[in-house]
Each structure stands twice: as structure tokens, then as C-alpha cells.
């Protein structure tokens, strides 16, 4: 099955820097890789997601990269705001039986200094 | 607000006892998936339901059931509970087309603990 690699653990930057979060996988197959932002008391929720057809993918202050060869692929947080702080978990997920199922990471605790 | 509710949101139990968690997932989405979440093994997926069929299992116990009734709205049974079944155990919807990935869309999840 797959297996995604997740790292940092923790994360501590100030407000204004930059958070780079990284992310392998295991299995060539896996073609959808979604980010969950997961704050605390709530369930995670989605913040962007990207395709193996894509290398890059935008939105506003985040940004992901998917290097395919390598099985590896980062969220990039620029302009970090104190809100900003949570857990991210990355995931992968390829089809099996017509169903995609995410395997996530351990997730990375994001903390964002005022 | 993902609009998946789950209720309880928490319960506490002694081992050996059964419990039952309830998920209803967003309108429209006909698949539901239910995840656990522990200190030590992070989200692990247990099962997916698509439509009342069950579509795809994880690692779920012997000792843990699911199903999705007619409504759509999913139930997960655990029963002879262990200290180590104490999580958090989320519940999640899709529309889950077959063959196209989709989003996952998670309820705040059940806070279990078992005594």
C-alpha cells in the first residue's frame, strides 16, 4: 500500500516568513495529492490539492510542487499570519476499485509567531 | 462549516462496552468515509461507504462495523472497546465518482475515550 513520508513534525516561524512543509510517497501509481489544514477541536480541512498532471499549482499565499520522478511534493506558505498556525497533512491517493482513497502524512504542526 | 456533522462529540466509555458513532454527510455527496486519528498513528482509514454499498475497507477491527443506511447518513459500531481504541474518529463525505478523485470534506469528528 502507500506510504507518505511527512517532514517537519513542527515548524516554527515568524509572522511574514516563508513555511515549507515536504512530503514523499511510495507508490508511482498515486496521482491525486491533496493539503488539509487541521485546527484545533476541528477536522482537517482542505486547502488546495494537486494533480500528476500538474507541476505547479497556485492560490493566493500558497503554493504546491509535485516532482514525480522524485515521488515528492511540498506546500509553500509565503506571508505566514499567526492564523496561519495549525496542523497540515499532506496525502496521496491513487485509484484502487474505482475508489481514491487518501493515505496521509503524520502531519506538521505550524506555529506562526506575532 | 463542512457541513458533515457528527454526533457525539465525545464519549466516554468503559472497555468492553459498545459504542456507536454517528456521521450525516454534506447534501449531495453519496460517499462517506470514517477515519481514525491517534497520537501515534496519525489518520488512519477505516472504511468507505458509496451510496449504502460498502466500497473500500482500510484497517478497520474485526471487533468495528459500518454501514450507510438508505438516508446516506453513516454509522460506525465499535464494540468490546480497548483502552488503545481511545481517538478521535472522523467521519468524512465526498461525491466519490467512480474512477475521479474528490475532495474529502471532514466532520469535527467523535472524541473517544475508553476507561
Do not use: M
Amino acid at each position: 500500500g502507500e506510504n507518505v513520508e511527512q517532514h517537519p513534525s513542527t515548524l516554527s516561524v515568524q509572522e511574514g516568513d516563508s513555511a515549507v512543509i515536504k512530503c514523499t510517497y511510495s507508490d508511482s501509481a498515486s496521482n491525486y495529492f491533496p493539503w488539509y489544514k487541521q485546527e484545533l477541536g476541528k477536522g482537517p480541512q482542505i486547502i488546495i490539492d494537486i494533480r500528476s498532471n500538474v507541476g505547479e499549482k497556485k492560490d493566493q499565499r500558497i503554493a504546491v510542487t509535485l516532482n514525480k520522478t522524485a515521488k515528492h511534493f511540498s506546500l509553500h506558505i509565503t506571508e505566514t499570519q499567526p492564523e496561519d498556525s495549525a496542523v497540515y497533512f499532506c496525502a496521496a491517493s491513487a485509484t484502487s476499485g474505482g475508489s481514491y482513497i487518501p493515505t496521509f502524512g503524520r502531519g506538521t504542526s505550524l506555529i506562526v509567531h506575532p | 462549516d463542512s457541513g458533515v456533522t457528527q454526533t457525539p462529540k465525545h464519549l466516554i466509555t468503559a472497555t468492553g462496552q459498545r459504542v456507536t458513532l454517528r456521521c450525516s454527510p454534506r447534501s449531495g455527496d453519496l460517499s462517506v468515509y470514517w477515519y481514525q486519528q491517534s497520537l501515534d498513528q496519525g489518520l488512519q482509514f477505516l472504511i468507505q461507504y458509496y451510496n449504502g454499498e460498502e466500497r473500500a475497507k482500510g484497517n478497520i477491527l474485526e471487533r468495528f462495523s459500518a454501514q450507510q443506511f438508505p438516508d446516506l447518513h453513516s454509522e460506525l459500531n465499535l464494540s468490546s472497546l480497548e483502552l488503545g481504541d481511545s481517538a478521535l474518529y472522523f467521519c468524512a463525505s465526498s461525491v466519490a465518482a467512480k474512477g475521479q478523485p474528490s475532495t474529502l470534506h471532514f466532520g469535527n469528528g467523535t472524541r473517544l475515550t475508553v476507561t
